[in-house]
């Protein structure tokens, strides 16, 4: 999970954290199935070939590639000229010097100027997982509500069963529920490493010479 992802996450549940478990659990249920159904209706309601903000991507890049000169060495092999620096586009390949169109998977600036010069159509090389028809499959299958817990079938077994909290150490006082974040310039202060034997910065017992001496 990445860092974005994580952090929407914990602020889209920061109320709900001090719930108990069932609580919590059935809130985020909710707040998915809310999520999924209105990410569904968007892309329902999609009339562009790609997604909205792969539309944003390509509408940007074009723009970008009109300041841009084209000189062809082959059918598919190009260069680009952009200000002072320039680019090989490989149209046959889908690459481009400036790596954008192999990581994207979809025309960077400098192969729309080339797409353009042929007048090709640009949406040939994207990736088909830009595509509307791939975002619908995305929310193919629906979040399943809960039904209310006195219909549920639980087994014997899983109601006889005891589940004890962890064992491990609680730390004294009030958990702490935000982040500490640093002032804007300021820097972590750095765990200094020292020795149990000869108290010298920069080094353990496993690697102090002193201790090495001495034995």
């Not at 010069?117 to 640009?122: E, F, I």
């Not at 006889?160 to 730390?171: N, Q, S």
Request: proline share 6%; glycine share 2%.
């Amino acid at each position: 999970m990445s860092l974005n992802i994580e952090e929407s996450m914990n602020a889209a549940n920061n109320y709900a954290r001090d719930l108990p478990i069932l609580h919590l659990l059935e809130y985020m249920m909710k707040l998915v199935q809310d999520w999924h159904h209105a990410n569904k209706k968007n892309a329902i309601e999609t009339s562009t070939k790609l997604a909205k903000q792969y539309e944003d991507i390509m509408r940007e890049s074009y723009i970008a590639s009109q300041r841009m000169t084209v000189k062809p060495s082959t059918d598919y092999l190009y260069t680009v000229i952009e200000d002072e620096k320039q680019f090989v586009v490989n149209l046959g390949e889908r690459t481009c010097t400036c790596i954008r169109f192999q990581i994207d998977e979809m025309p960077c600036p400098h192969a729309l100027a080339v797409v353009t010069y042929k007048s090709l159509d640009a949406y040939e090389y994207c990736s088909i997982y830009y595509n509307t028809d791939y975002l619908l499959k995305t929310y193919e299958i629906p979040v399943y509500p809960v039904s209310d817990e006195s219909t549920w079938d639980i087994p014997t077994e899983i109601l006889e069963d005891v589940v004890l909290p962890p064992t491990g150490r609680i730390k004294p006082g009030r958990p702490k529920k935000l982040r500490i974040q640093l002032l804007p310039g300021s820097q972590a202060k750095r765990c200094k490493i020292s020795c149990g034997q000869c108290a010298q910065e920069g080094r353990n017992r496993k690697t102090c010479e002193n201790l090495r001496e001495k034995t």
